[in-house]
């Protein structure tokens, strides 16, 4: 029977390529984003990887009720639902002091509660069910601020609380919806062509940079193992770790022009006058920008690191029996 599966953000970028991998599955699928003509490509491609069926719907995230009304059309018209993806978000690229109150208000809308609308939507029908998963798609920035990118981290911060406090709640009532969030590195979507910046150069994603299906894999695999997280790659877990080991430290590195700052910008200077973001309107209504976007050339489509985290049964069995191995030779070698 195919899966019933609702992605958010899904017109373009990470929620793209996981609406693709969906459809190679065969599942039903509901798409929400605001872009008309991303929805439209998104679809078509959908059904071209054959997808049993599509769905789409042009909806703001930040709109709890729409959200719902969603949720409860896709629940009756195919029976219920299987995964909920939550990936839509937007973002502004300035230092905290030039974002204006109303931009932290509307990332805060759009990132962060319109992650708890679409998880309360799903919950209403899947805690009765007693079945489904719930895939956040996250950051390393959820554990980590960078600079310029103060509202965007904040609301990662504050799905991974929210994420956390549902879960126990969850487990509390013994419910078996699952709840997961990934990770994400950098990534190859058309956000940096779109984001609201005040930057003097194109933004673009602190490299190393991964394709968006190499997320897609990562997604597909939370949400059929139920697993509460993971991490894409390893830049995510070096971020991590380091944030562990010596915040301060990596506060100062942060701060310096060349990693915190110059690192978030190419070389090719944008005219304001011209830029236009979709902070506020999408920017994919009359035009499909697809899953990528323009650093196709530097990005990566495989992490080992995401391997490794997918197979740690074998990993495991191939790290100990190394070192059983080698233990084994320094044991011949004594006698």
Request: a neutral charge; charged letters at 20%; aromatic letters at 6%.
């Amino acid at each position: 029977m195919s899966q019933v599966v609702v992605i958010t953000g899904a017109s373009a970028g990470v929620g793209r390529a996981v609406t693709a991998a969906y459809a190679a599955r065969g599942a039903k699928l509901a798409l929400i984003a605001r872009g008309r003509a991303g929805l439209e490509g998104a679809s078509l491609e959908a059904r071209a990887a054959g997808a049993a069926d599509v769905r789409t719907f042009q909806v703001d995230v930040a709109d709890a009720d729409a959200v719902q009304d969603v949720a409860d059309e896709v629940a009756r018209t195919w029976g219920g639902i299987d995964v909920w993806i939550n990936d839509a978000m937007v973002s502004v690229f300035a230092p905290a002091w030039e974002i204006t109150p109303a931009e932290y208000r509307r990332v805060t809308e759009v990132n962060f509660l319109g992650t708890v609308h679409g998880t309360l939507a799903a919950l209403r029908h899947m805690r009765p069910a007693g079945h489904g998963a719930i895939v956040q798609v996250g950051s390393a920035l959820a554990y980590r601020g960078i600079p310029l990118q103060a509202p965007y981290c904040a609301t990662k911060h504050a799905i991974q609380g929210f994420n956390d406090s549902l879960r126990a709640e969850l487990l509390h009532d013994g419910n078996r919806v699952k709840l997961s969030m990934v990770q994400l590195p950098a990534v190859n979507t058309p956000q940096f062509s779109w984001v609201r910046t005040r930057l003097p150069r194109h933004p673009q994603p602190v490299p190393p940079i991964y394709q968006p299906e190499v997320v897609a894999r990562a997604v597909l695999w939370v949400a059929d193992h139920g697993k509460r997280e993971i991490n894409v790659g390893g830049p995510t877990l070096k971020t991590r770790l380091g944030n562990i080991v010596a915040p301060g430290l990596l506060d100062r590195y942060l701060a310096r022009d060349q990693q915190g700052y110059q690192g978030q910008q190419t070389a090719e200077p944008i005219d304001p006058a011209t830029w236009q973001d979709n902070v506020d309107k999408p920017a994919d209504e009359d035009r499909d920008h697809g899953a990528h976007g323009v650093f196709d050339d530097q990005s990566r489509t495989s992490s080992f690191a995401l391997w490794a985290a997918m197979h740690k049964p074998l990993v495991t069995g191939v790290v100990g029996a190394g070192l059983a191995a080698a233990a084994a030779t320094t044991l011949l070698r004594r006698r």
